[in-house]
């Protein structure tokens, strides 16, 4: 099978009715992580290692619930509590790279609300496929994210 090499930017901003740590926690936080992360109630996502620092490394598999068929590498490169996250991930199904991004994390907050915005660069082996899942997958798990800080929400002052 021949690679298809496809590249692309995706931004995905949200609005959360939570305060910024407590949002930041969410991503630092694996438990939380996995409830979020999911893009849908089909699908899993289960940590086998979480060194959530600088320099880190976090491992996760993902997929269908029955079939967690990729492998996700987090790699952590600056994390700057609770404004940034910096990091790459690499995707891969049994032995083989499928895809590489470098993920970019800005949480800012305002009297109100916390706004975050997640630009993925990504580059991808095996064709457009592969960004579109990427883009629906992380589309899904924001709105997760946004669902789940609201409801275990604590006031902004």
């Known amino acids: 099978m021949s690679q298809q090499l496809s590249h692309d930017t995706i931004s995905i901003s949200k609005t959360i009715k ?83 991004s470098l993920i970019t994390v800005a949480i800012s907050e305002n009297k109100r609300a916390t706004e975050f915005k997640v630009t993925i660069q990504i580059t991808s082996l095996v064709g457009s496929g592969m960004i579109d899942g990427t883009r629906n997958g992380w589309q899904c798990a924001l709105s997760n994210l946004t669902a789940y800080l609201e409801a275990t929400r604590v006031e902004v002052k």
């Not at 699908?43 to 079939?67: P, T």
């Open 18 to 100: 939570a305060p910024a740590e407590q949002v930041f926690s969410a991503w630092e936080n694996p438990k939380a992580r996995s409830i979020w992360g999911a893009p849908s109630k089909d699908e899993a996502v289960e940590f086998i290692e979480n060194d959530f620092r600088v320099g880190g490394l976090d491992v996760h598999r993902c997929g269908q619930k029955n079939d967690l068929q990729f492998r996700v590498e987090t790699h952590y490169y600056d994390i700057r509590k609770p404004h940034r996250l910096l990091f790459t991930e690499r995707v891969y199904t049994d032995d083989s790279l499928l895809s590489a």
